[in-house]
């Protein structure tokens, strides 16, 4: 049996680790080393393009949103009618 679909998902507590990690690169200047700037530079890219497929999803998860709350809305409406129009 295969990972399930959480598999590459991070916890809170792998996310306050990576963050901590970064705070102490950025203190001691690593990524400031000249062996570490094309590093540095691919880094920078990869995480412009996340930061644009994040704000892509974040887009089409509030239109998907949007499309339920207004199906909602009418379902809600003709059960109201429904409810009216008696037996």
């Known amino acids: 049996m295969g990972p399930g679909p959480n598999a590459n998902r991070m ?13 102490e690169i950025v203190r001691i200047g690593v990524l400031d ?21 994040v704000a892509s999803e974040k887009s089409d998860v509030s239109k998907e949103l949007a499309r339920a709350r207004r199906g909602r809305r009418i379902i809600a409406i003709y059960h109201t009618n429904d409810r009216a129009a008696g037996p």
């Open 11 to 23: 916890s809170i507590d792998d996310i306050h680790k990576a963050d901590s990690l970064v705070d």
């Open 33 to 53: 080393l000249p062996e570490f700037q094309y590093r540095y530079e691919q880094l920078r890219s990869l995480y412009e393009n996340l930061c644009l497929a």
